[in-house]
């Protein structure tokens, strides 16, 4: 028998791919939203999740798709009423209140799920594995997009806690520290911050690698025309390059198909993998990704540029 759930924040991640995947799976049913404003057609709106987890004892869990800053709330309160969460990425608005959220779901015996999208897409598991027994010689994350596209009138992206091109990128991060064999950490970056804006629309990120290959990251949100969500990684063995966020792989130029095609689309995969984590009572709260954004807020240099509008 399908799950109930229901879902926070109705904006555009939700409408393109949360509603879609869940309306989709047998495992699930949409049986509530909670947004100030329009809800989904057909479906039960709270404008308050206090009312909503009061009003409605049989939806177990809640998938939360606001911004960062607003979510811990939310995510605070459907664990305290018992729920499992399944968090957006980024999973919060710092580490410390994601390690909270993790304290208090284990003391509440509920799952809850930090989803890295970026992770399911199609060939990001090919490229982990055949990372896995390759000497890393040199790897360069590309993550160049035009912000005007793909976050028109979302003002909260500028403000702080809301990331900025970090919001992107760690996209990257996240399927970076996904096919990587070991961790690396920052050792240095530059992040560009508009003068008239409270997060970076540009950053330049340099880790350390235990084997010593260079390892670095380019994120820009001012690119117009081609966008480009790449990650090349020399190796003693050939040249990997993921493409398009991590749908695409090739290695020495030759295309090599996605490994891992039995669900397709990667929202798909989350609530799949969510269905799993409730029935096993599991966590899954990798905060890895998040830990290098932090890192280069603690460590980067900061440079003001031209305003941006
Ligand atoms: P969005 O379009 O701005 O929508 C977020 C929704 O959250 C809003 O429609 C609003 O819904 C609610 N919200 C906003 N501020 C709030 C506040 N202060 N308190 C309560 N609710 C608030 O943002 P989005 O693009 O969907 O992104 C949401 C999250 O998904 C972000 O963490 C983002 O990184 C992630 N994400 C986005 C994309 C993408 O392509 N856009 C892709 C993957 C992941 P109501 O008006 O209904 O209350």
Same mark, same amino acid.
């Given at each position: 028998?399908?799950?109930?759930?229901?879902?926070?924040?109705?904006?555009?991640?939700?409408?393109?791919?949360?509603?879609?995947?869940?309306?989709?799976?047998?495992?699930?049913?949409?049986?509530?939203?909670?947004?100030?404003?329009?809800?989904?057609?057909?479906?039960?709106?709270?404008?308050?999740?206090?009312?909503?987890?009061?009003?409605?004892?049989?939806?177990?869990?809640?998938?939360?798709?606001?911004?960062?800053?607003?979510?811990?709330?939310?995510?605070?309160?459907?664990?305290?009423?018992?729920?499992?969460?399944?968090?957006?990425?980024?999973?919060?608005?710092?580490?410390?209140?994601?390690?909270?959220?993790?304290?208090?779901?284990?003391?509440?015996?509920?799952?809850?799920?930090?989803?890295?999208?970026?992770?399911?897409?199609?060939?990001?598991?090919?490229?982990?594995?055949?990372?896995?027994?390759?000497?890393?010689?040199?790897?360069?994350?590309?993550?160049?997009?035009?912000?005007?596209?793909?976050?028109?009138?979302?003002?909260?992206?500028?403000?702080?806690?809301?990331?900025?091109?970090?919001?992107?990128?760690?996209?990257?991060?996240?399927?970076?520290?996904?096919? /990587?064999?070991?961790? !690396? =950490?920052?050792?240095? #970056?530059? &992040?560009?911050?508009?003068?008239?804006?409270?997060? @970076?629309?540009?950053?330049?990120?340099?880790?350390?690698?235990?084997?010593?290959?260079?390892?670095?990251?380019?994120?820009?949100?001012?690119?117009?025309?081609?966008?480009?969500?790449?990650?090349?990684?020399?190796?003693?063995?050939?040249?990997?390059?993921?493409?398009?966020?991590?749908?695409?792989?090739?290695?020495?130029?030759?295309?090599?198909?996605?490994?891992?095609?039995?669900?397709?689309?990667?929202?798909?995969?989350?609530?799949?993998?969510?269905?799993?984590?409730?029935?096993?009572?599991?966590?899954?709260?990798? /905060?890895?990704?998040? !830990? =290098?954004?932090?890192? #280069?807020? &603690?460590?980067?240099?900061?440079?003001?540029?031209? @305003?941006?509008?």
């Amino acid at each position: 028998m399908a799950r109930k759930i229901a879902l926070a924040g109705i904006g555009k991640i939700a409408r393109d791919q949360h509603v879609p995947s869940i309306a989709a799976s047998g495992d699930w049913e949409l049986a509530a939203t909670i947004t100030r404003h329009e809800g989904v057609e057909g479906i039960e709106n709270y404008t308050d999740i206090d009312a909503m987890l009061a009003a409605c004892p049989d939806i177990d869990v809640i998938s939360l798709c606001l911004p960062p800053v607003p979510r811990f709330e939310y995510a605070a309160a459907a664990i305290r009423a018992g729920r499992h969460v399944m968090l957006e990425k980024p999973p919060g608005a710092t580490l410390a209140e994601c390690h909270t959220l993790e304290a208090m779901a284990r003391e509440a015996g509920v799952s809850i799920f930090a989803t890295w999208h970026s992770r399911e897409a199609a060939s990001v598991e090919a490229a982990r594995k055949w990372l896995a027994d390759k000497t890393l010689k040199r790897l360069k994350i590309t993550w160049l997009e035009d912000v005007r596209l793909w976050h028109p009138g979302q003002e909260w992206i500028w403000e702080p806690g809301g990331l900025g091109v970090f919001d992107p990128g760690i996209n990257a991060l996240s399927i970076l520290t996904r096919i /990587l064999p070991v961790p !690396v =950490h920052l050792r240095s #970056a530059t &992040l560009k911050f508009p003068d008239n804006r409270q997060t @970076p629309i540009a950053a330049d990120l340099d880790f350390r690698h235990p084997g010593g290959a260079e390892v670095n990251a380019e994120f820009d949100w001012r690119k117009e025309g081609d966008q480009f969500w790449n990650i090349e990684a020399e190796t003693d063995a050939g040249t990997l390059v993921l493409s398009d966020g991590g749908a695409n792989l090739s290695i020495d130029g030759a295309p090599v198909e996605a490994s891992d095609v039995a669900l397709d689309g990667e929202y798909p995969k989350l609530y799949a993998r969510m269905v799993d984590l409730v029935q096993t009572g599991e966590i899954d709260m990798d /905060l890895s990704p998040m !830990v =290098h954004v932090a890192d #280069a807020f &603690l460590l980067g240099k900061r440079e003001t540029i031209e @305003p941006f509008d």
